[in-house]
Nanobody, 116 residues
Framework: QVQLVESGGGLVQTGGSLRLSCTAS??????MAWYRQAPGKQREQREL??????????NYADSVKGRFTISRDNAKNTMYLQMSSLKPEDTAVYYC?????????WGDGTLVTVSS
């Protein structure tokens, strides 16, 4: 079992910035990622926002490239998502995911609201 604790969500104006954090009870094994679920969407419609692998490789959704940066602190088992130039369409609950050979685990999510 892996416990994940997210923090950093909140209300921000268009163009503003936020930094999300996700601390895991275990070190990154295969990858950690940020997903988001927009208002009115189902769990199955969660969108992959960014992913970072155990060797440091990263990938981003086209909608956030150039605006979001994923990073990690291995010593703290913590992953970050620096979000800049936020838009109203970025409003969502952001979930942290940890993946290993035994499966994937999810955090409870943190709400990001971008006002226009």
């Amino acid at each position: 079992q892996v416990q994940l604790v997210e923090s950093g969500g909140g209300l921000v104006q268009t163009g503003g910035s936020l930094r999300l954090s996700c601390t895991a009870s275990r070190s990154i094994f295969l990858s950690m990622a940020w997903y988001r679920q927009a208002p009115g969407k189902q769990r199955e419609q969660r969108e992959l926002v960014a992913i970072i692998t155990s060797d440091g490789g990263t990938n981003y959704a086209d909608s956030v490239k150039g605006r979001f940066t994923i990073s990690r602190d291995n010593a703290k088992n913590t992953m970050y998502l620096q979000m800049s130039s936020l838009k109203p369409e970025d409003t969502a609950v952001y979930y942290c995911q940890w993946s290993g050979f035994g499966g994937s685990y999810w955090g409870d999510g943190t709400l990001v609201t971008v006002s226009s």
